[in-house]
């Protein structure tokens, strides 16, 4: 499987792999790569079906996995700091679940550990209602125009909006909803109090889609977790607020030895 990624900072150093989330792909980790390259090799992964990365069958959260130890074996690193944003923090929940030998440290930023209702209602109707406006002929454009402003909190940095509205135009169709069917799939709920590794949850005060007190209820269910919130941000923070993210990110690191 080819995964294709963007990359700043020291070949061989310490390796932060950043995943993000649905509506974008590597580039919406534009401030993390310039802003902590000079201490860490910080590699943005285009998840498989983003940015030119092969999605072959269905996008599963075991697929996502794979693809993720594959980019590791071919970066050459035996471990990481994984930092994950809202579907790529399932991802590396999901990577640290099944390969914990390899993961160093986790920073999980608007995510949740599972996904709707034990009936699968909810994930029914919120895969329908995402799925809807592309079925009745809008394009990735057209979501994006609307999603962008409701994904972010009154405090974003004014170049937020528009590059979040970029990067989701940009979103192949065929893997916006190959994600979305993935989301719904997601829970890891059981498998929390296993993790063993430093960790770190960011959460938005107003983001919507991973509520802050759903982050926090997470955080005193992993062994060690810290936790941080962002004032006034939702759902997008590493692009909201990048130099409070960042500098939340580096001081954590910081404290994990290499």
């Given at each position: 499987m080819t995964v294709t990624y963007l990359r700043r900072g020291p070949t061989g150093g310490r390796t932060l792999v950043l995943m993000h989330g649905i509506g974008g792909g590597a580039e919406t980790f534009a401030p993390q790569l310039e802003g902590l390259s000079d201490s860490f090799d910080v590699v943005a992964w285009n998840m498989p079906g983003y940015g030119g990365s092969r999605l072959e069958g269905a996008m599963t959260f075991a697929g996502l996995a794979d693809a993720l130890a594959g980019l590791l074996d071919a970066l050459g690193a035996d471990k990481a700091d994984l930092l994950g944003h809202s579907i790529g923090g399932m991802v590396a929940q999901e990577f640290v679940a099944t390969r914990p030998d390899r993961v160093r440290s986790l920073v999980l930023s608007g995510t949740t550990a599972a996904f709707g209702s034990k009936d699968g209602s909810f994930q029914e109707k919120f895969v329908n209602d995402r799925l809807a406006p592309l079925d009745a002929g809008k394009t990735m454009a057209d979501l994006a125009e609307v999603a962008a402003a409701r994904l972010v909190g009154p405090a974003a940095d004014p170049a937020a909006g528009p590059a979040i509205q970029a990067a989701m135009a940009a979103v192949p169709p065929d893997a916006y909803r190959a994600a979305i069917r993935c989301?719904?799939?997601?829970?890891?709920?059981?498998?929390?109090?296993?993790i063993a590794v430093p960790t770190l949850l960011i959460a938005g005060e107003v983001d919507k889609n991973a509520p802050a007190r759903t982050m926090e209820s997470m955080s005193r269910k992993i062994?060690?977790?810290?936790?941080?919130?962002?004032?006034?941000?939702?759902?997008?923070?590493?692009?909201?607020?990048?130099?409070a993210f960042n500098a939340l990110v580096r001081e954590f690191l910081a404290g994990v030895p290499a």
């Open positions: 989301l719904a799939s997601f829970d890891r709920f059981a498998d929390m109090a296993a062994a060690g977790a810290g936790y941080a919130c962002l004032p006034d941000t939702g759902h997008m923070a590493p692009l909201e607020q990048p130099a």
